[in-house]
């Protein structure tokens, strides 16, 4: 394969000609961190593995010419910096975490790669760690201590966040694929902003051991790729039980991949959605939608009908009070979690101070940025006493109403889609006020307060002046229906084109 076809390529593409011998792990190595190189400012990566990335990529080859014959072996990928990796740094953008180096792999670096604990790994090429927003707090990747991320389509534009990173890696072609995270809509909403394909599964599908965490109770981990059928590769692989993770979900899954193609009763060739019943919430198409956004999802969801999906009204009323619940409810996690950077254990720990009280007060002070500082002040309050049950409690209440409105909806549907933000992505400092990024995850909090799965498809772009700036579609599901997802949006992606778009660097 020359470089011209290497760049771009998708995951299939790629597991295809390394089978193949058309190419060589070391080759797709080498292009990899050549574009990452040229493309640096960007702002994708905080740390690149080359020489690891090379031997591993050796390893890879030697390992196909003995027979192996993994799919993914020797692909290259990169993961989000809050996932801890024995043999690099685990900072989650943050000054905390500053040359922090884990003892051990994340279980979902491990199982995308060498393995461990006596479990096969894919076989993945890491190629280094992307930039995010400090320990995954906020949307737009300006949040970071090593600077922001800007969006290869439109480098005067925030990328989103907090998974910006990888997601801006992925749609600049520096890579095929890369690990996010999503606890509001982390990965729904830069894979949409950037124009590539992003999947959080149901919480506790995959592992959450070795996660820097945020809020416990809603991290999950997913991957974000060119494709639906390359995030169900990298699924697949990511998923399934680990008993060092008290949230982690046993139970057994289904071939994600096979289930791509699988028809649905009822379904042709020509109509390869038939039976599908697709759910538009009123409340997710109402005021506060760009119309540029409203257009782009309008037209994707009419591909869907002529694909054979019946469109259904539903309503999600308590959509608009995921926003105060979800923010009550992750900084409380947040507090309580980051209590843990106190600068005795590990972290950065202050140069001067006196006693105990003044090196915690110190050391998190220089070591935490404003929005992880803003998120811990918040969470330490509605947990302190006398506010507890006026705020935190009802949060949770008010969750439990919104996982009863997705269960209602469901009744009458299969899938719900929507937009995936209410517009495309702003220009970098343009929203300075937090509680503006916040209003930004509207549509795609109460899935993740419900633990649901959801994924975000390109779909088009926006108008005039954001002609650049791409639009995601998004596809939410009843727990544990991910294969029901990825088949939809595989389907939409046979007839559509927008996944291949590639943005003009």
């Known amino acids: ?125 890491t190629l280094g760690k992307t930039n995010m927003d400090e320990f995954a707090m906020g949307s737009a990747n300006e949040n970071s201590a090593f600077g922001v991320v800007r969006n290869p389509w439109d480098t005067a534009a925030i990328p989103g966040g907090s998974s910006g990173g990888s997601a801006a890696a992925v749609a600049a072609r520096l890579v095929p694929a890369a690990t996010g995270t999503d606890t509001g809509g982390s990965i729904r909403q830069p894979a949409a902003m950037c124009g590539v394909t992003g999947i959080k599964p149901t919480y506790g599908l995959c592992s959450r051991y070795g996660m820097i965490a945020f809020a416990s109770s809603l991290d999950q981990a997913g991957p974000i790729a060119q494709t639906a059928y390359d995030c169900a590769l990298l699924l697949q692989h990511m998923a399934g039980f680990d008993p060092r993770d008290a949230t982690s979900v046993d139970r057994p899954l289904p071939d994600l991949v096979a289930a791509l193609d699988a028809p649905l009763p009822g379904a042709s060739a020509a109509k390869p959605l038939a039976g599908l019943r697709i759910g538009l919430p009123r409340e997710y198409f109402g005021d506060g939608l760009a119309t540029e956004v409203g257009n782009a999802v309008r037209d994707a969801l009419r591909e869907f009908e002529r694909l054979g999906a019946t469109l259904v009204d539903v309503s999600l009323p308590r959509t608009e009070l995921s926003i105060p619940a979800y923010y009550i409810i992750a900084p409380a996690e947040a507090s309580s979690n980051l209590s843990r950077y106190d600068g005795v254990r590990y972290g950065h720990r202050t140069a001067h101070y006196r006693d105990l009280a003044e090196m915690y007060g110190k050391s998190r002070a220089e070591g935490f940025g404003a929005e992880v500082k803003r998120r811990i002040m918040i969470g330490t309050y509605v947990l302190s006493h006398g506010y507890y049950d006026a705020y935190y409690l009802q949060a949770q209440k008010i969750r439990r109403l919104i996982a009863d409105d997705f269960r209602a909806a469901f009744g009458q549907c299969d899938l719900i889609a929507g937009p995936v933000s209410p517009t495309v992505a702003w220009n970098l400092g343009d929203k300075a006020d937090p509680l503006a990024n916040y209003l930004a995850d509207i549509y795609t909090l109460s899935a993740s307060l419900a633990g649901l799965p959801g994924m975000s498809l390109p779909c088009g772009f926006g108008q005039a002046d954001h002609a650049r700036r791409p639009v995601g579609l998004q596809l939410i599901g009843p727990h544990f229906a991910e294969a029901r997802l990825l088949h939809a949006a595989h389907q939409f992606q046979q007839a559509t084109d927008w996944h291949r778009r590639v943005p003009a660097l």
């Not at 809050?82 to 685990?90: C, E």
């Open 1 to 125: 394969m020359s470089a011209a076809d290497l760049h771009g390529a998708d995951l299939r593409t790629l597991s295809a000609a390394l089978a193949a011998r058309q190419v060589s792990s070391r080759e797709l190595v080498q292009q990899c961190l050549q574009r990452i190189g040229q493309h640096a400012a960007l702002g994708a990566f905080l740390h690149v593995a080359d020489e690891a990335a090379l031997a591993a990529a050796d390893a890879a080859d030697a390992a196909r010419a003995a027979g192996d014959t993994r799919p993914l072996l020797g692909v290259p990928l990169a993961h989000k910096d809050v996932f801890v990796t024995r043999d690099m740094p685990a900072t989650a953008a943050s000054r905390m975490l500053d040359g922090y180096l884990s003892p051990f792999d994340a279980t979902v670096v491990a199982r995308l790669g060498a393995g461990a604990d006596g479990v096969t790994g894919a076989g993945m090429v």
